[in-house]
């Protein structure tokens, strides 16, 4: 646990060290709505959805692809003598699900001004939105720590994970159109279940595969 | 010949397949008319396709465990063919789709799903061009099949759940449990399954090798 406190720690420091990173995604968010604004003028409601989650995955992708990029070569080793690997993921995994939270809440708000906001019941976009993010960054986590290994990692991450986002987006549309109509929050109880046991599953195969990605 | 029993049947199999696919009675149907035929050949393809991936995985897990280049070398070998499988799924799904629900790709859930897992093990396969040494691209390898297979089972077991589908056997249209009351069908569409699994092998163990003689040609 201290252990963990402290990698967690060590990785929001280094973030921080790195402001011009953190705020290139800030930006980036806040450019691709605009260009979203600039190109669609007036949101159609189930397009807002569409766009919304369009664009967060791309901000993730990006946010969460240099968690393992960033890494200077050797800098896994020297961790490796460090620290038991499943802690130094979940540190990785418990940052990048806080960063993506703040990407998420950031995506709403600025969407929310610039081309309104349809939604009717916001707690339960957001809430359920919240879960699918966890699912998405424990995936992009994950598939990062393997393209970071590769040549060409850009495109891998793209190539790699999107596919296997699939499941979590299509469940997570599915609330969040829920959400937009403000129907009764029981409706989804079970598709937040079934989003919920994804997630489970993908934090423990992520757990169980990442000490054979780390060991080089 | 005890060791190739599997090519025997596989063989037999597809040969009575085909002759009893054509030439056998089915039931008349509205709509579906000879085209219910489909079912002895594309259908398998998806059964073939799950049975030769999750094989693929084995032994993914099997490389990880030992490290033994063999193992990622039959991971690859059978998520190439489950692959093929895929496509020739997807080909006579479309050609079958076009003649009854009118549409090559109505985004039906089935057709998105195994669209899906087509581009999943597609990129499996783009991850391994990228590395040049081999230990790496094994391990790389086999962690990203077998992650991608964990993240594929709530695709499919999830997501035709979730809407309505045009496809035999949802929401409604005439399934195959209608069918499966036919003797007659019944007797060559299992049948059916086993010769084209068998046959997926078959190829898997062709290519394993060709590829083994490839790498020791390289060695000499």
Partial sequence: MQQFLVLLRHEVLLEWRQRNALGGILLYVVSTVFVAYMTFKVVPALSWIA???????????????????????????????????????????VYNALLLSVIQLLTAAI?????????????WFLLTGWVGVLG??????????IAQKA???STLMAVLS??????????????????????????????????????????????????????? | MMKNWYKWVAGILLLYTVWFGLMGEVPRKVVLNESIRNLYFHVPMWFGMIIILAASVWNSVKYL???????????ESTAKVGILY???????????????????????????????????????????????????????????????????????????????????????NPGFGAYDLDGRMRAVFYPAVLGWTFLGFWLVN?????QTLRMKNEEA
Avoid: C
């Fill in chain 1, 162 to 216: 999107f596919p296997v986002v699939i499941p979590v987006l299509v469940l997570v549309i599915r609330m969040s159109k829920q959400a937009l109509d403000g129907l009764d929050r029981s409706v989804g109880y079970s598709w937040l279940m079934n989003l919920a046991a994804i997630d489970l599953l993908v934090i423990a195969v992520a757990v169980l595969l990442f000490p054979y990605l780390w060991k080089d």
């Fill in chain 2, 65 to 75: 465990q030992t490290s033994q280049l063999k193992y990622d070398l039959r991971a």
């Fill in chain 2, 206 to 210: 062709l290519r394993n090798r060709i």
């Fill in chain 1, 136 to 145: 998405i960054s424990v995936i992009l986590t994950l598939v990062s720590a």
């Fill in chain 1, 51 to 93: 766009l919304y989650w369009v664009m967060l995955l791309f901000a993730a992708t990006n946010a969460v692809a240099k968690s393992f990029m960033q890494l200077a070569p050797g800098r896994m080793l020297y961790y490796y003598t460090l620290v038991p690997p499943t802690r130094f993921l979940l540190a990785k995994l």
């Fill in chain 1, 111 to 123: 969407m929310s001004i610039l081309v309104g906001n349809p939604v009717a019941d916001m707690g």
């Fill in chain 1, 151 to 153: 040549s060409n990692q």
């Fill in chain 2, 86 to 172: 895929g496509v020739l799924g997807l080909i006579t799904g479309m050609l079958w789709a076009q003649y009854t629900w009118g549409e090559w790709w109505s985004s039906d859930p089935k057709q998105n799903t195994s669209a899906i897992a087509l581009l999943i093990y597609l990129a499996y396969l783009v991850l391994r061009g990228s590395f040049n040494e081999s230990a790496q691209r094994a391990r790389i390898g086999a962690v990203y099949n077998i992650f991608a297979f964990a993240a594929l089972i709530p695709l499919l077991f999830i997501l035709p759940r979730l809407t309505d589908s045009l496809h035999p056997g949802n929401g409604g």
